[in-house]
């Protein structure tokens, strides 16, 4: 019988006690390039899967916020797309066992929410609970996309480079999650892709591809990546293409080179271009993101 809870239904009795690592994405606030849903798609479309736990999506949606896609054709309404949220056991590569939980970020019940996935971390055993999530960056396309990791532990960080300071943002409830993971006496981490601004409302599969192998290194995980990779490198083609027809583009693309540049050797990391040019301050740089969470937060409040 499923055992269920006020959020969850847990699916499936058995419960492994090999210490899985649970991934998690919930899209709607910090997904620029839907970074974070096409890592899920990528897991999700090439690993043998099934559902462990459904969560009560009715209790947590603003289906009025967020209205979802249906379809009417001609004289009757065929079908609509209802949201679902989500926890996956997945089998990597090599067959090792670990979750996803992905979806949309709940707009209700946010501290229920959290405690009811505190409580699966706690029944499943999780060994390590990693977020993956996207934000609009002033970084040109033509870089490597970069990462900000975040942890519980600083263990958990390692030598990862920290692109900003204190920084104020919306909350949300990946940041919330991890804050009652580490409360909880849980290992608890996230890694944030820095999407290129100009292209924060495409699919960018480039910053999928850099969160993935961000995941990888941290768990030892095997994902089958390729696809993705070669995803990226033709959407990095047509991307290369659209700014080359464009005077305008080109230089705004080589000024934000140069500005990234010159910030990325002000932090002790190997230059990836060459020129002199303004530099961007670790405060400017955070006040441009601080500014498109604040925006994220007031475009959630509106109809979409």
Do not use: K
Request: charged share 20%; net charge negative.
């Amino acid at each position: 019988m499923a055992d269920s809870t006020d959020m969850y239904v847990l699916h499936h009795d058995e419960v492994a006690s090999d210490a899985p690592v649970l991934l998690h994405n919930l899209t709607g606030f910090l997904d620029a390039g839907s970074a974070g849903r096409l890592a899920v798609e990528q897991i999700l479309g090439t690993l043998d899967h099934r559902v462990l736990a459904t969560f009560d999506i009715d209790a947590m949606f603003d289906y009025r916020s967020r209205r979802p896609r249906m379809t009417f054709l001609s004289d009757h309404y065929d079908q609509i797309d209802l949201p679902e949220l989500l926890l996956h056991e997945v089998r990597d590569a090599e067959g090792n066992r670990f979750l996803v939980l992905h979806g949309p970020e709940p707009d209700f019940a946010w501290q229920r929410f959290t405690d009811a996935v505190v409580s699966l971390v706690d029944r499943l055993d999780v060994s390590l609970t990693i977020g993956a999530h996207a934000v609009p960056w002033p970084a040109p396309h033509t870089r490597p996309v970069g990462i900000t990791a975040h942890a519980t532990d600083q263990g958990l960080i390692g030598d990862r480079t920290s692109w900003v300071g204190a920084l104020e943002v919306p909350g949300h409830i990946a940041g919330l999650l991890e804050l009652r993971l580490g409360a909880t006496g849980h290992p608890a981490m996230g890694y944030t892709a820095h999407v290129p601004h100009y292209l924060s409302a495409v699919d960018y599969p480039s910053a999928a591809v850099a969160l993935l192998e961000a995941v990888m290194s941290a768990t030892g995980l095997s994902l089958p990546i390729d696809a993705l990779r070669e995803s990226a490198a033709r959407a990095d083609r047509e991307i290369a293409t659209q700014v080359s027809a464009s005077a305008d583009n080109s230089e705004a693309v080589q000024a934000l080179e140069v500005q990234y540049d010159a910030f990325v050797g002000q932090q002790g990391l190997p230059l990836l271009g060459e020129g002199e040019g303004g530099l961007p301050t670790g405060d400017e740089i955070a006040a441009q993101v601080e500014l498109f969470l604040a925006q994220r937060n007031g475009d959630n409040r509106d109809d979409q």
